[in-house]
Structure formats: structure tokens, C-alpha cells
């Protein structure tokens, strides 16, 4: 479009690796770039530092660490920039100082420290830095008064101990579930990637609920502490469900 262009590797690209990225850095145009779980390294940011129309960069769940990340110090136009999920330090947040429009930069699930973030919002005050709760905290708390709509379906529990019978997910519609633990010991929640990988959302304590956005057509699967598998839930309906690990 006359606005620049908007290019995404989330989809379908998945196996998008640094190699792939020499044929990116041709499109001078980019102004928005989804490299969501693509199996790109932080070497391979070198390829992008000639996008500096570039305004929205998604690295999160990529194997990108410190290495590279200057490279990203010189698009100054960025606005969005997500590295949740990858194995950043506060090395990386140390050359981002000179981003004067970033506005937004999620860095849940790094190795970022409270020091770090302290010191990158001195330099940047209008910039807002996500770093997502404690999730293990999280399941403990109930509020006092629950305002939340009521869930409109129950999705079905299926028992198994073996991780193979639990379908990876699919894209769907968004929705919530509200997972609801009636069983004596804590248990975590994993998510079933659309690589048929499992990745960890939290804890839910005995007795406790989580309230998850999600979307139709993805599987759930509940483990004990000991990452035991215990069963899965597959969401098949876009009205608000809930989910019960039983006793």
C-alpha cells in the first residue's frame, strides 16, 4: 500500500531462518514485520537495519538473545517492538536508548531485569514496557467480587496420561475460558503451539481459577508439578467456556 508494507511470517512462514531475512532486508518499504516463532537467531537482525520506515517489529518466541540486537538501535521510526518469550538481557535494553517513538515493548519472559527496565524508561518516559504478572502469584488471588460475564459452555475434560493424544491447536476464533482446578493439588496449564509444542502459561492452586484468552480449535493440556500429563481440553466453541479439572 502507499503506507508501506506490511509483511508477516507468523502464518506460514514458520521455518523463515536468518538466511531468509537477506530477501526482507531488500524491502525498504517494511513498515511492519511479524516474525513470530520463526526460527530466525539474533544474527540474522543484521539484515534489518536498512528498514527505517520500519514501525512495528514482532521477535516473540524466536531464538533471538543479545546477539544482533544493535542492529535494531538505528531503526528509529519504531513504534512496537516485542521480545516476549526470547533470551534478551538488559544488554539489549541498553541500545534501544535512542528509539525516541518506541511506545510499546513487551519483554515478558526474558532475562530483563527490574534495573534494566528502570534505567530504558529514564531515557524513553513515554515508553510503556510489558512485562506480563507472576503467574504463579496470579493463580493464588481471587478477587472479592467477581464481575466477569458467565461462562456459556463446558468444554469436555479428557483424561490421558500421554501427551501424544492431545491435538497441536489451530488458528480459530478468539475467545476466554475460564479454567477451573476442583482438584486437591496445584497444576499447570500448558498450551499446545501450532508446532505441536507445549508451552507454559502458569499454575492454578487447588480450588483456584484462571481466566485464559484464547482462541477455537486449541488444546490445553493440565500436568501435575511434576509435568505429568493428567488430560486436555480442546475449545470447539467461541462463546466464553469453562474448563474442569476434577477432583
Known amino acids: 500500500g502507499e503506507d508501506g508494507w506490511v509483511v508477516g511470517f507468523h502464518l506460514t512462514g514458520r521455518d523463515l531462518k536468518d538466511e531468509g531475512l537477506k530477501n526482507v532486508g ?92 528502570a534505567k530504558l524508561k529514564k ?5 510503556k514496557v510489558v512485562r506480563g504478572v507472576d503467574l504463579s502469584k496470579l493463580a493464588k488471588y481471587t478477587p472479592a467480587k467477581d464481575d466477569r460475564p458467565k461462562p456459556k459452555a463446558d468444554l469436555k475434560w479428557v483424561a490421558t496420561s500421554d501427551r501424544e493424544d492431545a491435538p497441536r491447536s489451530k488458528n480459530g476464533l478468539n475467545t476466554r475460558v475460564y479454567f477451573v482446578n476442583k482438584s486437591k493439588k496445584s497444576v499447570k496449564l500448558y498450551w499446545v503451539s501450532y508446532g505441536n509444542k507445549l508451552q507454559l502459561y502458569g499454575e492454578i492452586a487447588p480450588g ?29 466453541s467461541s462463546e466464553i467456556s469453562r474448563a474442569v479439572i476434577p477432583g
Open 26 to 117: 531488500r524491502l525498504k518499504g517494511i513498515v511492519s514485520l511479524n516474525l513470530r516463532g520463526t526460527k530466525i537467531m539474533g544474527k540474522g537482525l543484521v539484515h534489518l537495519k536498512g528498514l527505517v520506515k520500519l514501525r512495528r517489529l514482532h521477535l516473540e518466541r524466536t531464538k533471538v538473545g543479545d546477539e544482533g540486537t544493535e542492529y535494531l538501535g538505528g531503526l528509529v521510526e519504531l513504534e512496537y517492538l516485542n521480545f516476549y518469550g526470547t533470551g534478551i538481557t538488559d544488554k539489549t535494553l541498553g541500545r534501544l536508548g535512542g528509539l525516541k517513538k518506541l511506545r510499546k515493548l513487551y519483554v515478558w519472559q526474558t532475562k530483563v531485569t527490574d534495573a534494566g527496565v
Open 208 to 236: 483456584g481459577m484462571r481466566d485464559q484468552n484464547t482462541y477455537t480449535r486449541n488444546t490445553w493440556v493440565v500436568t501435575d508439578k511434576s509435568d505429568n500429563v493428567l488430560g486436555y481440553f480442546f475449545v470447539d
Open 123 to 127: 531515557q524513553l518516559p513515554k515508553l
